[in-house]
């Protein structure tokens, strides 16, 4: 908070009620910290004098009308379904229990994890362990007071919910009901009974074999995570919900259909948002500074025919979000977490850009566990950055040093390394959407990343599992340097140039680039 309010305003110091008005608020996510500060600003309630900064109210500002617009724009991009489930959820409140919302909304439970699977793709819905939740407080309140009317959005038994919720407003405890109210807990539990024992009226008969799948587990009560896209929903090992235990047990392929879709991995300082897909040996996605795992999404289904492939948004980036800066990590550290989590002894490493360094630092960390390396225009310290680029990470610095993390976000998608992909609006458009969901706290000086205990490039002799380098021919140079390093000094790496790509080599070239890919894990690797 004081390092956001000192780039936005000048000064660490805040009058108090400002200060913990937009700690609540925002999460101490720092895009947010921005965002009402500015609104803040814009209302007239924070304004400077005499050289300090002064409330002229209380703090009373709703959703700033730019995250309000990305939320409602949002929401607009979801199907009719998604929308009535998301807007529904923001009537319960922050948190809320998925089950409940079937009986809200009047939809069969299979659609609404399909609508919470949007809502995740969207950056609308997290999931803690037992339970959803809105990322953050103020996304809450911009669903729940959009234009499209959260509670009319919602549907009749969402109004009928908020009806009874405002009634309860004035009571001293809820854990007291009034004579012939039902208490709102048993209306939640009853809810849940009902979701959990069949389908309400006019949603058609029961599928066989519920009854018994859902006594048997009903102390289970949430997912860890909801897949975004469409993925089969997954569980936490040690819970799971009904509806998706069926689903496992009815396809018979319960340990595949297990690895499928997103969950979490916590790790000490951070939670850790991964994707499993396919079945076979593992490859595992890193994606590149400020992206996500999303920038995968060209490979994933061509390398899940053949391979168990595992994505995951690092530390501080994605649906990961912000760590907590006072506990000490490595990205390689995690990396390996994530395979002793998922019970995988060796993986065929892929990085871009970030990612490469990602994989070259796991592989020298823990050789035995990297069955191959694949370095996709990769970073590799040590060599110099060609002036342009350089020029270009001043100025992102730059820009946040003046204007916070937004404008730090538009200098990065200005970047020379992202002219090729700035060229085609599709493509842009998805960086953008990556880009803006980055916390920025590498840029605010808030990362206690430890420091390698050996410079990668004074070890690249060291890496002696196969390896594969590629790097888009139109790359900056300080890129292409690094690759044509790391080809000639890996023992026995490949190096493949793609034509007619740059930095984000395998967004620009996608079946090239899978093409490559492929051939690499199947033949290169044969009889490994």
Not at 227 to 236: E, F, R, S
Not at 247 to 255: D, F
Not at 369 to 383: E, H, I, N, T
Request: hydrophobic letters at 45%; one cysteine or more; charged letters at 20%.
């Amino acid at each position: 908070m004081t390092t956001m309010a000192k780039a936005c305003l000048g000064t660490e110091r805040l009058p108090a009620t400002a200060q913990s008005f937009v700690t609540e608020r925002a999460g101490g996510i720092p895009f947010l910290v921005e965002e009402m500060l500015a609104s803040l600003l814009g209302d007239g309630l924070l304004v400077e004098r005499n050289g300090s900064w002064q409330t002229t109210g209380p703090a009373v500002a709703g959703v700033p009308p730019t995250f309000a617009g990305a939320v409602d724009a949002r929401l607009e991009a979801a199907d009719p379904d998604s929308q009535q489930v998301i807007c529904a959820a923001a009537v319960i409140g922050r948190r809320f229990d998925w089950a409940l919302l079937s009986q809200l909304t009047g939809l069969p439970e299979e659609a609404v994890l399909a609508a919470l699977r949007r809502g995740v793709s969207l950056q609308l819905i997290a999931a803690d362990q037992d339970s959803f939740r809105f990322r953050h407080a103020l996304t809450h309140e911009a669903v729940l007071t959009s234009g499209r009317g959260a509670a009319h959005q919602a549907g009749p038994g969402a109004r009928r919910y908020l009806a009874d919720r405002r009634a309860r407003r004035g009571r001293r405890s809820e854990r007291q009901p009034q004579p012939g109210r039902p208490h709102l807990l048993r209306v939640l539990h009853a809810a849940v009974r009902a979701a959990r024992a069949g389908p309400a009226a006019g949603r058609g008969p029961r599928q066989p074999g519920r009854a018994g799948q859902d006594r048997g587990n009903r102390r289970c009560r949430g997912l860890q995570q909801v897949p975004p896209g469409g993925a089969d929903p997954v569980q936490h090992r040690a819970r799971s919900t009904p509806v998706a235990r069926a689903t496992l047990m009815k396809t018979g392929r319960r340990r595949e259909a297990a690895g499928t879709g997103t969950r979490v991995l916590a790790r000490p300082g951070a939670a850790l948002v991964y994707q499993t897909h396919g079945t076979g040996p593992a490859v595992v996605l890193v994606h590149g500074f400020g992206l996500d795992m999303r920038m995968w999404d060209p490979q994933v289904a061509a390398l899940a025919a053949d391979f168990l492939v595992v994505r995951y948004d690092c530390r501080g980036f994605g649906a990961t979000g912000p760590f907590d800066s006072a506990i000490p990590y490595t990205h390689a550290d995690d990396l390996i977490a994530l395979l002793d989590h998922l019970d995988i002894s060796e993986a065929v490493l892929v990085g871009l850009s970030f990612g490469g360094r990602v994989t070259v630092q796991a592989a020298l960390l823990a050789p035995a566990r990297v069955r191959a390396l694949v370095l996709l225009d990769a970073v590799l310290d040590g060599v110099p950055w060609d002036p342009e680029s350089a020029a270009g990470l001043d100025d992102v610095a730059r820009a946040v040093r003046l204007g916070g993390v937004l404008a730090g976000r538009a200098a990065w998608l200005a970047h020379p390394l992202f002219a090729v992909a700035r060229q085609r609006p599709e493509l842009a458009g998805q960086l953008a959407e990556m880009v803006s969901g980055y916390p920025g706290q590498h840029w605010l000086g808030q990362d206690p990343h430890r420091e390698d205990r050996q410079p990668p490039i004074e070890a690249l002799e060291e890496l002696t599992m196969p390896a594969l380098v590629v790097a888009g021919e139109h790359d900056v140079p300080g890129f292409l340097a690094m690759s044509d390093t790391l080809a000639s000094r890996i023992p026995g790496a490949r190096y493949h140039r793609v034509p007619a790509a740059g930095h984000l080599v395998n967004m620009e070239q996608p079946g090239l680039v899978t093409e490559v890919l492929t051939d690499f894990l199947t033949s290169g690797l044969a009889g490994r």
